[in-house]
């Protein structure tokens, strides 16, 4: 039986922009219901009625993608749409077009976007605004919002539910960081442990976000910057590569203040019991061993199919009637 698509990302009559563009947008509810779709989709990826037939999305990425692009172009082929691709230097915003203008001219020809830039997310709800087309952030500046609906599914297809969870994240307090922080703040009991080299933490803001919201729910999200703080119970020891994708760090030496957050067999024995994930693409020997990365305490591969079966939650919740192109 084919599950009603959720209409989180349906916004009210007379909003002026839709889309995924941070998970500390959505209602606990509509987290949920992606997720939980995301798994579902896992099981069995025919169980839809092509909600995306008649339907063309442009897939924008401006920065390197292999999960990400891979994930939400074969969703919405899977789905019954079409696609058309751009890459960064096919639009005529490299010879000056406005935002506003290129919104315009995606909203009357396309009926969604998803999109990968440099910029921030302010520019991603511009051309969600004046096309009149949801939009989903395919990662940001600020966050990396689909990997952190991915993130959440894996955990929940592993554990069976995702409250009461403990999760030590290990790495630069990057997009993917923000993203997990703020989706795993809508469950309840939830203990999330951010340990993140002195200077390379979370946002503040986005921290502060994610600690209220987490509060809400009897849960709690902090940050750490030494080893021997980090506690003592875990059910996930999640990384993510050193050099966050499309950035560069300022200090020469900066690997040096990561070196004592490399995950080898001698780190996870800390935690006998915890599962290993990894957002890829992985370093072998910079953030993890091959020997952890490859071993039977692995889900980094079950976390990459799982990007696939949560880009056709996204892309299904995305498709309903849309308004009139401005």
């Not at 500046?141 to 952190?148: A, D, L, M, S």
């Not at 599914?153 to 403990?166: C, N, P, V, Y």
């Not at 020997?291 to 892309?315: I, N, P």
Request: aromatic share 6%.
């Amino acid at each position: 039986m084919v599950a009603a698509a959720p209409s989180l990302l349906g916004l009210p009559e007379h909003a002026t922009e839709s889309g995924v563009f941070s998970l500390a947008d959505l209602e606990n509810k509509d987290l949920d219901q992606l997720v939980r779709r995301s798994c579902e989709f896992f099981a069995d990826r025919t169980d839809h009625d092509e909600p995306l037939r008649g339907r063309i999305a442009g897939i924008l990425f401006t920065r390197t993608s292999t999960r990400t692009r891979t994930a939400f172009t074969t969703a919405a082929l899977r789905l019954g749409g079409q696609v058309i691709s751009y890459g960064p230097h096919d639009l005529q915003l490299e010879t000056g077009e406005s935002l506003e203008d290129t919104g315009r001219v995606f909203g009357r020809m396309l009926d969604l976007l998803v999109a990968r830039t440099a910029g921030p997310v302010a520019q991603l709800k511009t051309l969600s605004r004046y096309g009149g087309i949801p939009v989903v952030n395919a990662m940001g500046q600020e966050e990396h919002p689909t990997q952190g609906i991915c993130d959440l599914a894996t955990m929940s297809l592993h554990f069976g539910a995702l409250d009461g969870i403990k999760v030590l994240y290990v790495g630069e307090g990057n997009n993917s960081a923000v993203a997990l922080a703020h989706g795993l703040a809508h469950y309840a009991g939830i203990e999330l442990t951010l340990l993140t080299p002195p200077g390379y933490g979370v946002p503040e803001a986005e921290l502060a976000g994610a600690r209220a919201r987490a509060a809400e729910r009897g849960s709690c999200v902090r940050e750490i910057h030494r080893l021997d703080e980090a506690p003592d119970a875990v059910d996930v020891v999640y990384t993510t590569r050193w050099q966050t994708t499309g950035t560069s760090k300022p200090d020469a030496s900066w690997r040096e203040a990561f070196r004592y957050l490399y995950i080898d067999t001698a780190f996870m024995s800390r935690w006998p019991d915890a599962v290993l994930m990894h957002d890829l693409p992985a370093h072998r020997g910079d953030e993890i061993s091959a020997q952890v990365l490859e071993g039977d305490r692995s889900l980094a591969w079950t976390q990459a199919e799982m990007k696939l079966t949560s880009a056709m939650a996204v892309l299904e919740a995305l498709a309903q009637p849309r308004p009139g192109a401005k």
